[in-house]
Protein backbone atom coordinates (compact mmCIF):
# COMPACT_ATOMS: atom_id res chain seq x y z
CA UNK A 1 0.00 0.00 0.00
CA UNK A 2 1.41 3.36 -1.01
CA UNK A 3 2.20 5.81 2.20
CA UNK A 4 -0.71 8.60 2.52
CA UNK A 5 1.10 11.56 2.39
CA UNK A 6 -0.13 13.73 5.28
CA UNK A 7 -0.09 17.58 6.06
CA UNK A 8 0.03 18.68 9.75
CA UNK A 9 -2.21 22.23 10.67
CA UNK A 10 -1.73 22.94 14.15
CA UNK A 11 1.42 22.69 16.13
CA UNK A 12 0.44 23.09 19.18
CA UNK A 13 0.58 20.80 22.31
CA UNK A 14 -1.08 17.53 20.82
CA UNK A 15 0.88 17.90 17.57
CA UNK A 16 3.76 16.25 19.42
CA UNK A 17 2.18 13.10 19.84
CA UNK A 18 0.87 12.88 16.34
CA UNK A 19 4.52 13.37 14.86
CA UNK A 20 6.17 11.14 17.40
CA UNK A 21 3.44 8.04 16.89
CA UNK A 22 3.40 8.65 13.23
CA UNK A 23 6.19 6.56 12.38
CA UNK A 24 4.65 3.40 14.55
CA UNK A 25 2.24 3.29 11.15
CA UNK A 26 3.94 2.25 7.98
CA UNK A 27 0.90 3.31 5.52
CA UNK A 28 1.19 7.20 6.52
CA UNK A 29 3.81 10.04 6.60
CA UNK A 30 3.87 13.26 8.05
CA UNK A 31 5.72 15.72 5.05
CA UNK A 32 4.70 18.88 6.24
CA UNK A 33 3.07 21.04 9.03
CA UNK A 34 1.73 24.39 9.07
CA UNK A 35 0.50 27.10 11.78
CA UNK A 36 -1.17 30.27 12.11
CA UNK A 37 2.44 30.90 13.96
CA UNK A 38 5.14 30.39 11.14
CA UNK A 39 7.33 30.00 14.24
CA UNK A 40 6.12 27.39 15.82
CA UNK A 41 5.95 25.55 12.28
CA UNK A 42 8.90 26.14 11.86
CA UNK A 43 9.95 24.15 15.52
CA UNK A 44 7.80 21.15 14.71
CA UNK A 45 9.35 21.21 11.52
CA UNK A 46 12.95 21.18 12.71
CA UNK A 47 11.98 18.82 15.55
CA UNK A 48 10.53 15.82 13.23
CA UNK A 49 12.53 16.18 10.32
CA UNK A 50 9.73 17.50 8.06
CA UNK A 51 8.89 21.17 6.23
CA UNK A 52 7.25 24.11 7.15
CA UNK A 53 5.09 26.11 5.02
CA UNK A 54 1.86 28.21 5.57
CA UNK A 55 -1.14 27.09 5.60
CA UNK A 56 -2.37 28.07 1.93
CA UNK A 57 0.64 26.21 0.64
CA UNK A 58 -0.11 23.26 2.49
CA UNK A 59 -3.88 22.72 1.34
CA UNK A 60 -2.38 23.28 -2.08
CA UNK A 61 0.86 20.75 -2.23
CA UNK A 62 0.61 17.82 -4.44
CA UNK A 63 2.16 15.26 -2.40
CA UNK A 64 -0.54 16.27 0.31
CA UNK A 65 -3.26 13.77 0.47
CA UNK A 66 -5.13 14.43 3.71
CA UNK A 67 -5.16 17.55 6.09
CA UNK A 68 -4.79 16.08 10.12
CA UNK A 69 -6.18 18.73 11.71
CA UNK A 70 -4.99 19.60 15.50
CA UNK A 71 -6.15 23.50 16.01
CA UNK A 72 -8.29 24.28 19.05
CA UNK A 73 -12.08 23.30 18.71
CA UNK A 74 -13.74 26.39 17.41
CA UNK A 75 -11.15 26.27 14.40
CA UNK A 76 -12.21 23.18 13.39
CA UNK A 77 -14.90 23.73 10.95
CA UNK A 78 -12.72 26.36 9.00
CA UNK A 79 -9.74 24.24 8.46
CA UNK A 80 -11.44 21.08 7.92
CA UNK A 81 -13.73 22.99 5.19
CA UNK A 82 -10.56 24.60 3.52
CA UNK A 83 -8.97 21.12 3.57
CA UNK A 84 -11.80 19.28 1.66
CA UNK A 85 -12.26 22.30 -0.40
CA UNK A 86 -8.89 21.50 -1.72
CA UNK A 87 -9.38 18.18 -2.50
CA UNK A 88 -7.74 16.73 0.70
CA UNK A 89 -8.80 14.35 3.01
CA UNK A 90 -9.56 15.16 6.63
CA UNK A 91 -9.04 13.39 9.79
CA UNK A 92 -9.42 16.03 12.43
CA UNK A 93 -8.90 16.04 16.50
CA UNK A 94 -12.36 15.79 18.38
CA UNK A 95 -14.54 17.66 18.88
CA UNK A 96 -15.78 17.17 14.62
CA UNK A 97 -16.94 20.63 14.54
CA UNK A 98 -18.07 23.44 17.55
CA UNK A 99 -22.18 22.16 16.74
CA UNK A 100 -23.30 19.35 15.33
CA UNK A 101 -24.87 21.74 12.42
CA UNK A 102 -21.22 22.42 11.83
CA UNK A 103 -19.98 18.95 11.80
CA UNK A 104 -23.25 17.85 9.47
CA UNK A 105 -21.77 20.41 6.77
CA UNK A 106 -18.06 18.98 6.91
CA UNK A 107 -19.77 15.50 6.31
CA UNK A 108 -22.11 16.30 3.81
CA UNK A 109 -19.44 18.12 2.39
CA UNK A 110 -16.93 15.22 2.22
CA UNK A 111 -20.02 12.96 0.85
CA UNK A 112 -20.71 15.23 -1.84
CA UNK A 113 -16.94 15.96 -2.83
CA UNK A 114 -16.30 11.57 -2.65
CA UNK A 115 -13.83 12.79 0.02
CA UNK A 116 -12.81 10.77 3.69
CA UNK A 117 -13.22 12.70 6.84
CA UNK A 118 -12.47 11.09 10.05
CA UNK A 119 -12.45 12.08 13.57
CA UNK A 120 -10.89 11.27 16.76
CA UNK A 121 -11.04 9.86 19.20
CA UNK A 122 -9.47 6.82 17.79
CA UNK A 123 -8.99 5.41 21.02
CA UNK A 124 -11.63 2.63 20.86
CA UNK A 125 -9.29 1.06 18.39
CA UNK A 126 -6.98 0.35 20.72
CA UNK A 127 -6.44 -3.05 22.66
CA UNK A 128 -8.43 -2.01 25.65
CA UNK A 129 -11.35 -1.03 23.28
CA UNK A 130 -11.05 -3.97 21.04
CA UNK A 131 -10.98 -6.58 23.75
CA UNK A 132 -14.31 -5.33 25.27
CA UNK A 133 -15.93 -4.76 21.83
CA UNK A 134 -15.03 -8.92 21.45
CA UNK A 135 -16.86 -9.49 24.83
CA UNK A 136 -19.89 -7.83 24.20
CA UNK A 137 -20.40 -9.41 20.38
CA UNK A 138 -19.79 -12.75 22.02
CA UNK A 139 -22.22 -11.77 24.56
CA UNK A 140 -20.45 -12.12 27.70
CA UNK A 141 -22.42 -9.97 29.95
CA UNK A 142 -25.62 -10.47 27.60
CA UNK A 143 -27.93 -7.86 26.92
CA UNK A 144 -27.22 -4.46 28.64
CA UNK A 145 -29.39 -2.82 31.12
CA UNK A 146 -27.61 0.03 32.67
CA UNK A 147 -24.29 1.71 32.92
CA UNK A 148 -22.34 4.67 34.30
CA UNK A 149 -19.44 6.26 32.59
CA UNK A 150 -17.57 9.43 34.72
CA UNK A 151 -15.26 11.59 33.44
CA UNK A 152 -14.08 13.40 36.59
CA UNK A 153 -10.79 15.74 37.55
CA UNK A 154 -9.90 18.94 38.48
CA UNK A 155 -9.69 20.19 35.15
CA UNK A 156 -6.58 21.49 32.44
CA UNK A 157 -4.89 24.68 34.11
CA UNK A 158 -3.21 22.64 36.65
CA UNK A 159 -0.77 20.83 33.42
CA UNK A 160 -1.47 23.15 30.10
CA UNK A 161 0.52 26.29 29.95
CA UNK A 162 -2.94 28.12 27.97
CA UNK A 163 -6.13 26.19 29.21
CA UNK A 164 -8.52 29.32 28.55
CA UNK A 165 -9.84 27.96 25.64
CA UNK A 166 -10.91 24.84 27.07
CA UNK A 167 -13.56 26.53 29.15
CA UNK A 168 -15.28 28.50 26.43
CA UNK A 169 -17.87 27.31 24.48
CA UNK A 170 -16.62 24.33 22.09
CA UNK A 171 -14.81 23.04 25.05
CA UNK A 172 -15.59 22.28 28.38
CA UNK A 173 -15.44 18.92 29.92
CA UNK A 174 -18.45 17.39 27.50
CA UNK A 175 -17.26 18.80 24.39
CA UNK A 176 -13.45 17.90 25.00
CA UNK A 177 -13.45 14.50 27.04
CA UNK A 178 -17.09 13.57 26.52
CA UNK A 179 -15.72 12.19 22.62
CA UNK A 180 -13.99 9.93 24.51
CA UNK A 181 -16.99 8.10 26.26
CA UNK A 182 -19.25 8.64 24.10
CA UNK A 183 -17.43 7.13 21.76
CA UNK A 184 -16.59 4.18 23.10
CA UNK A 185 -19.78 3.39 24.68
CA UNK A 186 -21.53 3.35 20.93
CA UNK A 187 -19.10 1.60 19.58
CA UNK A 188 -19.83 -1.20 22.13
CA UNK A 189 -23.75 -0.15 22.60
CA UNK A 190 -24.81 1.15 18.85
CA UNK A 191 -26.31 4.38 18.58
CA UNK A 192 -28.15 6.57 21.33
CA UNK A 193 -31.74 8.02 20.63
CA UNK A 194 -32.50 10.23 23.65
CA UNK A 195 -30.50 12.13 26.54
CA UNK A 196 -31.25 14.33 29.45
CA UNK A 197 -29.10 16.45 31.54
CA UNK A 198 -28.34 18.98 34.06
CA UNK A 199 -25.31 21.01 34.61
CA UNK A 200 -23.23 22.97 37.00
CA UNK A 201 -20.46 25.54 36.73
CA UNK A 202 -18.07 25.19 40.00
CA UNK A 203 -15.43 28.17 39.87
CA UNK A 204 -16.59 31.34 37.49
CA UNK A 205 -13.10 32.32 37.21
CA UNK A 206 -9.96 29.71 36.91
CA UNK A 207 -6.53 30.11 38.08
CA UNK A 208 -3.64 28.66 35.39
CA UNK A 209 -0.99 26.76 37.74
CA UNK A 210 0.67 25.16 35.11
CA UNK A 211 4.51 26.66 34.17
CA UNK A 212 4.65 29.38 31.53
CA UNK A 213 3.80 32.78 30.87
CA UNK A 214 0.15 32.56 32.17
CA UNK A 215 1.27 30.65 35.23
CA UNK A 216 -0.95 33.06 38.25
CA UNK A 217 -3.25 34.36 36.35
CA UNK A 218 -7.11 34.08 36.39
CA UNK A 219 -9.13 33.61 33.38
CA UNK A 220 -13.37 34.07 33.15
CA UNK A 221 -15.40 29.98 32.87
CA UNK A 222 -17.93 30.59 29.40
CA UNK A 223 -19.37 27.33 29.53
CA UNK A 224 -20.55 24.40 32.28
CA UNK A 225 -17.83 22.74 33.86
CA UNK A 226 -20.46 19.75 35.50
CA UNK A 227 -22.55 17.74 33.66
CA UNK A 228 -24.86 15.05 34.76
CA UNK A 229 -26.83 12.92 31.77
CA UNK A 230 -28.94 10.13 31.70
CA UNK A 231 -28.48 8.24 27.94
CA UNK A 232 -30.73 5.96 26.56
CA UNK A 233 -29.36 3.89 23.37
CA UNK A 234 -30.87 2.56 20.48
CA UNK A 235 -30.69 -1.17 22.41
CA UNK A 236 -32.57 -0.07 25.27
CA UNK A 237 -29.49 -0.01 27.56
CA UNK A 238 -29.88 3.53 29.86
CA UNK A 239 -26.00 5.36 30.74
CA UNK A 240 -25.59 7.74 33.51
CA UNK A 241 -22.97 9.46 31.91
CA UNK A 242 -20.88 12.58 34.31
CA UNK A 243 -18.25 14.80 33.15
CA UNK A 244 -16.98 16.96 35.51
CA UNK A 245 -13.41 19.26 36.07
CA UNK A 246 -15.33 20.14 39.78
CA UNK A 247 -13.53 17.04 41.15
CA UNK A 248 -10.56 16.58 43.56
CA UNK A 249 -10.91 12.69 43.70
CA UNK A 250 -13.14 9.70 43.58
CA UNK A 251 -13.45 6.14 43.04
CA UNK A 252 -15.83 5.27 40.34
CA UNK A 253 -14.72 3.41 37.90
CA UNK A 254 -14.19 4.99 34.06
CA UNK A 255 -17.26 2.75 32.18
CA UNK A 256 -18.95 -0.14 33.52
CA UNK A 257 -21.48 -2.08 31.38
CA UNK A 258 -24.23 -4.15 33.55
CA UNK A 259 -26.44 -6.74 31.50
CA UNK A 260 -28.71 -9.65 31.89
CA UNK A 261 -25.55 -12.20 32.19
CA UNK A 262 -23.09 -10.61 33.73
CA UNK A 263 -21.30 -6.82 34.21
CA UNK A 264 -18.10 -5.37 32.46
CA UNK A 265 -15.70 -2.68 33.69
CA UNK A 266 -13.61 -0.84 31.36
CA UNK A 267 -10.60 1.63 31.46
CA UNK A 268 -10.17 5.19 30.98
CA UNK A 269 -11.31 5.62 27.29
CA UNK A 270 -8.84 8.41 26.69
CA UNK A 271 -5.98 5.79 26.83
CA UNK A 272 -5.47 2.84 23.73
CA UNK A 273 -4.78 0.27 26.57
CA UNK A 274 -5.34 -0.90 30.50
CA UNK A 275 -7.12 -3.55 32.06
CA UNK A 276 -10.56 -4.62 30.97
CA UNK A 277 -12.42 -6.70 34.12
CA UNK A 278 -15.47 -9.23 33.53
CA UNK A 279 -17.75 -10.72 36.26
CA UNK A 280 -20.20 -13.46 34.91
CA UNK A 281 -23.11 -14.11 36.54
CA UNK A 282 -22.11 -12.06 39.84
CA UNK A 283 -18.63 -14.32 39.96
CA UNK A 284 -15.76 -12.23 41.25
CA UNK A 285 -14.06 -9.64 39.11
CA UNK A 286 -11.53 -11.14 36.12
CA UNK A 287 -9.17 -8.81 34.86
CA UNK A 288 -7.70 -9.01 32.08
CA UNK A 289 -4.55 -6.81 31.15
CA UNK A 290 -3.62 -5.54 28.00
CA UNK A 291 -0.57 -4.63 28.49
CA UNK A 292 1.36 -6.52 26.18
CA UNK A 293 -1.08 -6.39 24.02
CA UNK A 294 -0.88 -5.01 20.13
CA UNK A 295 -1.91 -1.01 21.24
CA UNK A 296 -1.94 -2.07 25.22
CA UNK A 297 1.82 -1.82 25.97
CA UNK A 298 3.19 1.37 27.34
CA UNK A 299 4.92 3.54 24.59
CA UNK A 300 4.57 6.82 25.52
CA UNK A 301 7.73 7.79 27.89
CA UNK A 302 8.01 11.45 28.01
CA UNK A 303 4.85 12.97 29.54
CA UNK A 304 2.43 10.04 30.99
CA UNK A 305 4.78 6.65 31.20
CA UNK A 306 1.61 4.78 32.54
CA UNK A 307 -0.42 5.09 29.54
CA UNK A 308 -0.34 3.80 26.13
CA UNK A 309 -1.00 6.39 23.71
CA UNK A 310 -0.96 5.54 19.86
CA UNK A 311 -2.66 8.82 18.69
CA UNK A 312 -2.50 8.13 14.86
CA UNK A 313 -3.86 4.64 14.51
CA UNK A 314 -7.45 6.09 13.44
CA UNK A 315 -5.37 7.83 10.62
CA UNK A 316 -3.49 4.51 9.61
CA UNK A 317 -6.72 3.41 9.43
CA UNK A 318 -8.28 5.41 7.51
CA UNK A 319 -5.79 4.95 5.25
CA UNK A 320 -6.28 1.72 4.84
CA UNK A 321 -9.69 2.00 4.11
CA UNK A 322 -9.07 4.20 1.65
CA UNK A 323 -6.91 1.88 -0.02
CA UNK A 324 -10.11 -0.57 0.26
CA UNK A 325 -12.57 1.62 -0.56
CA UNK A 326 -14.63 0.98 2.28
CA UNK A 327 -15.53 3.09 5.55
CA UNK A 328 -13.31 4.00 8.05
CA UNK A 329 -13.92 3.02 11.55
CA UNK A 330 -12.95 6.45 12.83
CA UNK A 331 -15.44 8.11 10.55
CA UNK A 332 -16.77 11.54 10.05
CA UNK A 333 -20.65 9.67 10.82
CA UNK A 334 -19.56 8.43 13.86
CA UNK A 335 -18.44 11.63 15.39
CA UNK A 336 -21.35 13.58 14.31
CA UNK A 337 -23.37 11.65 15.77
CA UNK A 338 -21.43 12.08 19.16
CA UNK A 339 -21.29 15.42 18.38
CA UNK A 340 -25.25 15.05 17.84
CA UNK A 341 -25.04 13.13 21.68
CA UNK A 342 -23.07 15.65 23.63
CA UNK A 343 -24.84 18.78 22.22
CA UNK A 344 -27.62 17.24 23.21
CA UNK A 345 -26.41 16.74 27.01
CA UNK A 346 -25.55 20.36 26.88
CA UNK A 347 -28.51 21.64 25.53
CA UNK A 348 -31.10 19.41 27.95
CA UNK A 349 -28.63 20.73 31.00
CA UNK A 350 -29.91 24.02 30.26
CA UNK A 351 -33.18 23.41 28.72
CA UNK A 352 -34.46 20.68 31.33
CA UNK A 353 -36.14 18.81 28.72
CA UNK A 354 -34.97 15.65 27.13
CA UNK A 355 -33.44 16.04 23.72
CA UNK A 356 -34.43 13.10 20.66
CA UNK A 357 -31.40 12.41 18.79
CA UNK A 358 -31.40 10.90 15.23
CA UNK A 359 -30.54 7.69 15.00
CA UNK A 360 -28.15 6.80 12.76
CA UNK A 361 -26.13 2.88 11.82
CA UNK A 362 -22.44 4.61 13.26
CA UNK A 363 -21.57 1.51 15.41
CA UNK A 364 -18.24 1.19 13.36
CA UNK A 365 -17.20 -2.75 12.18
CA UNK A 366 -14.93 -4.52 14.95
CA UNK A 367 -11.35 -4.14 14.55
CA UNK A 368 -10.00 -7.84 14.54
CA UNK A 369 -6.70 -8.40 16.07
CA UNK A 370 -5.03 -9.74 12.51
CA UNK A 371 -6.12 -6.25 11.14
CA UNK A 372 -5.06 -4.13 13.59
CA UNK A 373 -1.90 -5.96 13.42
CA UNK A 374 -1.07 -5.18 9.57
CA UNK A 375 -2.11 -1.61 10.60
CA UNK A 376 1.59 -0.70 12.53
CA UNK A 377 2.23 0.13 16.00
Known amino acids: MAKLGIGVIGCGNIAGTYLRNAELFP ?3 IRACADISIEAAERRAE ?29 HF ?3 MAALSAGKHVFTEKPLAATAALGRQLVEEADRRGLSIGSAPDTFLGAAGRLARRLMDEG ?16 MEHWHPSPQFYYQPGGGPVLDMGPYYITMLVNLLGPARRVMAMNVT ?5 LITAPGPSCGTR ?8 VTALLEFASGATVVAV ?10 HPIELHGTEGSLRLPDPDTFGGSVSLSRSGAPWQEQSTAADLHGRLNWPYDAPDRANYRMLGVAEL ?3 LAEGRPARASGALALHVLEVLEGMLESSVSGVAVDLLERNVRPAPLAEAEAATLGG
Not at 243 to 252: L, T
Open 78 to 80: DVS
Open 27 to 29: GVE
Open 219 to 226: FSVGTPTT
Open 47 to 75: EFGIRATSINALLAADDIDLVLNLTVPNA
Open 140 to 155: AIGKVVTGTAFMMTRG
Open 202 to 206: GEPER
Open 243 to 252: MSWDVFRHGN
Open 319 to 321: ARA
